[in-house]
């Protein structure tokens, strides 16, 4: 499994959060989002060391990206508040806001991991987890949610966009007060990329003007549908003691599923709705 985690953790570190920042269209993130493979490589090649000095000190040269990252959000509160002042746009700039913060918690893991230290109680091996969770329940749920909650400008996108964010944070907030906040967190994650899933099939698929396009989103949004109840049947049997798939069952299949049919699909179906709204006159 481990082997498996690090890919993952590799194509989110290496590939998603750089496209990701190139969707957001966020001029004060274009230098971070060039210099991010100076954080990125250390901090995937940390993934294939044993865990010592070494490893750690590789790891810390990605937490200090992740961390300069994340301290675009408050900067961009200060600049441009007028977003959360409005509740139609408020819900999707709270998406990017969250987008920019959650690679830090997962280089915190990642660190933690890496130098072989438990942190807050947690295992070496959920600590392992946390760090894709982080990309791709973090970083790439609430960046598209936030994409989707823009173009579907309504009250389910509004939702999304907010929901993604929240349950975020209250799975977050579960690691430490039990599994069955985490449980609650689960459901309001889930209940937000639901909606996703739906939006992206029923408002922006048929949008796109290209079949590769469309196919790309209706890839994710059906690999969305599927992994979030492998997800809440995980968070559920935690909580309950019910039957529920392994850890190592759920990074083959929610994790790569994750990794590869929603977020891999979505960033590169995004940039090419971006590339022909740039180009072309033409929106999503």
């Known amino acids: 499994m481990s082997v498996l985690v690090s890919l993952i953790v590799m194509l989110g570190m290496l590939v998603i959060v750089p496209a990701g920042l190139r969707l957001t269209r966020a001029p004060d993130l274009d230098r971070m989002r060039r210099l991010w493979p100076v954080f990125a490589v250390p901090g995937a090649v940390a993934l294939w060391l044993p865990r010592g000095p070494a490893a750690t000190a590789l790891a810390l040269g990605y937490a200090l990206g992740a961390a300069l990252l994340a301290l675009h959000a408050p900067a961009r509160v200060v600049r441009r508040p007028d977003p959360l002042l409005s509740w139609r746009t408020a819900p999707a700039e709270i998406a990017l806001l969250t987008a920019l913060v959650t690679p830090a918690v997962a280089a915190t893991a990642l660190v933690a991991e890496r130098s072989g230290h438990p942190l807050f109680g947690f295992g070496l091996g959920i600590l392992a987890l946390t760090v894709p969770h982080f990309h791709f329940a973090g970083f790439a749920a609430a960046l598209v949610s936030g994409l989707v909650g823009r173009v579907a400008d309504s009250a389910a996108g509004r939702f999304a966009a907010l929901s993604v964010p929240l349950g975020t944070l209250l799975v977050l907030i579960g690691y430490f007060i039990g599994e069955r906040a985490e449980l609650a967190g689960a459901v309001v994650l889930t209940a937000g990329m639901w909606t996703v899933a739906f939006l992206t099939w029923r408002t922006v698929r048929p949008a796109a003007r290209d079949l590769t396009t469309r196919l790309l ?49 979505s960033v590169l179906a995004w940039q090419r709705l971006n590339h022909r709204t740039a180009h072309g006159g033409r929106t999503a």
């Open 217 to 265: 989103l209706a890839a994710s949004a059906a690999v969305l549908a599927a992994t979030m109840v492998l997800a809440l049947s995980w968070a559920l049997g935690e909580a309950t003691g019910l039957p529920h798939p392994t850890l190592t069952w759920m990074a083959a299949t929610h994790g790569v599923g994750n990794a590869l049919g929603f977020a891999l699909c």
